[in-house]
């Protein structure tokens, strides 16, 4: 059964670039949220998508978009990178309907972004 | 903003000894969470906790939720260098809705 993976595990953009980094969620999981984690720090809630709809949405501006397939793998877009992006983002699964206590959060390994 | 204040945010110690980490906010939280991440690697989630007052043992480490459900720690008995690694506690609001991390303790145990 294979867990949350994340492609590509690095990459390396100028500013200015586009990006888009993809997920495939945990079997049997229907929502991917999105977090942005700079060195030393926790992670950042970007958003979250639930039957290829954006569900929540943290403090990111509109250069940061989403989207979720059918088969419930999503894709996180930055455009116009700034150096300020660089960070490892991360995605997470989980079952869209649960209650607090069951709220549990599968986390892929990351890609690691670099932004020149 | 940080909503979750973690402390200390460095600790290194020597194996054996016993340490506890803090998460603490103004907030109230539905159920809280606790993280460990290791270089390279997403946060594993270690212990959800969800009553305030709640006290839940893994192993070597005890979590408690504050009555309140405002704070939750992290007590480690006699650390092993496997326990090396990001500690992070994270807040959930409601049913489905996202994680609220805190900053994250770096924990270095020395053999």
């Known amino acids: 059964d294979a867990g949350v993976t994340q492609s590509p595990t690095h990459l390396i953009k100028t500013r200015g670039q586009q990006v888009t980094l993809r997920c495939s969620p945990k079997s049997g999981h229907d929502t991917v949220s999105w977090y942005q984690q700079a060195l030393g720090q926790g992670p950042q809630f970007i958003f979250q998508?639930?039957?290829?709809?954006?569900?929540q949405r943290g403090n990111f501006p509109d250069r940061f978009s989403g989207h979720q397939f059918p088969n419930y793998s999503s894709e996180l877009n930055v455009n116009a990178l700034l150096l300020g992006d660089s960070a490892l983002y991360l995605c997470a699964s989980s079952l869209g309907q649960r209650l607090a206590g069951e709220n549990i959060q599968y986390f892929g390994a990351g890609t690691r972004l670099s932004v020149l | 903003t940080q909503l979750l204040e973690q402390s200390p945010q460095f600790l290194s110690i020597q194996e054996g000894e016993n340490l506890t980490v803090y998460c603490n906010s103004s907030?109230?939280?539905?159920?809280l969470q606790w993280y460990r991440q290791e270089p390279g690697e997403g946060p594993v989630l270690l212990v959800t906790?969800?009553?305030?007052?709640e006290v839940k043992k893994l192993k070597r480490l005890t979590f408690q939720f504050g009555d309140a459900r405002k704070d939750s720690s992290l007590h480690i008995t006699a650390a092993q260098p496997g326990d090396t690694g990001l500690y992070l506690c994270a807040g959930v609001r409601a049913s489905g809705s996202r994680l609220t991390f805190g900053e994250g303790t770096q924990l270095t145990v020395n053999p």
């Open positions: 906790v969800v009553t305030g007052g």
């Open positions: 907030s109230v939280f539905s159920s």
């Open positions: 998508y639930y039957e290829e709809e954006e569900r």
